[in-house]
């Protein structure tokens, strides 16, 4: 018998847990374990644990970090401790639609293979209002295109995964760990998982996926939409640079397990990326002495990779000539 473990990460989320915790109880397959990791929250989110801890049957664990360990971590805690055959990552201010246990533990009974699995959503505000799907699309920017670490080839059937809309094989878990310290745990699961298993998304939209402004992932705002081309495409050489620390040791750790096509793909991936943005970064930074490379990198076809190239062209040499005169 297949059990289930939800693992949840609450963090002075009084605003929205009773809402998700309701959703949790009624879920149409009741979890076997609910396990709530607390980083330590100084508002009335441990009353609220509590309070709901006595009114469902099935069993809860809560752990109070004695210390504020940031939501990556804590959740890294929490999935290492759940006990259940599948878990279910679970953030405190979104809401599960009543089947998303049952749904998704039904998938991986009939498909062994996989490992890891993600639902589809719906995506909500601060009052539980649908908002504009058109945010969906900043997604598909932000993972396959001009992230620095992320595999081009590989995300463009996962373009908009989180962490809550995921299921994971606990077996899988115990694989991955330890979690790196670079490393959320989504992230990390999201990148390594298919050194493993199979990655598949379903298509049942099981959850409200709340977008209120304060949340810990990126892309929070419906504003974000109206300049995500420029954000997401134009200064992914920003992107690039802030995200060296993953790149390199994403190639060090890949570097060190056995060949396989998804691993060699990724190491030719992520050295094509640092040929590219890295030649992206000495056209910005020293525009003048680097008009070849300028040339050389339109030449190859490499800025074809975006789809705006010419605005992305642009704005290096924008970047370059202001650059020039500081």
Known sequence: MTTVSVALCTYNGERFLKEQLDSIAMQSRAPDEVIIGDDCSSDKTIEI?????????????????????????????IMLNATGDIIFPCDQDDVWLPDKLKVMEAYFQSHPEVGVAYCRRSLIDQNGNPISERLTELFGIYHPLDSSYFYADFCKDFPDCAGCMSAIRKNLIDQLFPFPELWAHDTWIFTMA??????????????????HGNNASALGKEADWANGRDVYYLTSVGQY??????REDMIKRLSQLPPSPYRDG??????????????????????????????????????????????????DVKEGILNSFK
């Not at 640079?241 to 993953?246: G, K, Q, S």
């Not at 990724?266 to 050295?271: A, E, G, M």
């Open 49 to 77: 644990v509590h309070h709901w801890m006595k009114t469902v049957p099935f069993s809860v664990r809560l752990i109070q970090n004695e210390h504020n360990l940031g939501y990556e971590k804590n959740f890294a805690n």
């Open 241 to 246: 640079r802030a995200h060296t620390p993953y």
């Open 266 to 315: 990724y190491l030719k991936y992520l050295k094509g990326q640092d040929k590219h943005f890295g030649n992206r970064c000495k056209i910005e930074d020293h525009f003048w002495t680097n008009l070849h490379t300028l040339v050389w990198e339109v030449l190859s076809g490499r800025y074809f990779q975006h789809k705006q190239p010419l605005k992305c062209m642009l704005f």
């Open 194 to 211: 298919p050194m493993y298993t199979q990655m598949k998304t379903l298509p049942d939209v099981l959850m409200l996926f709340r977008r």
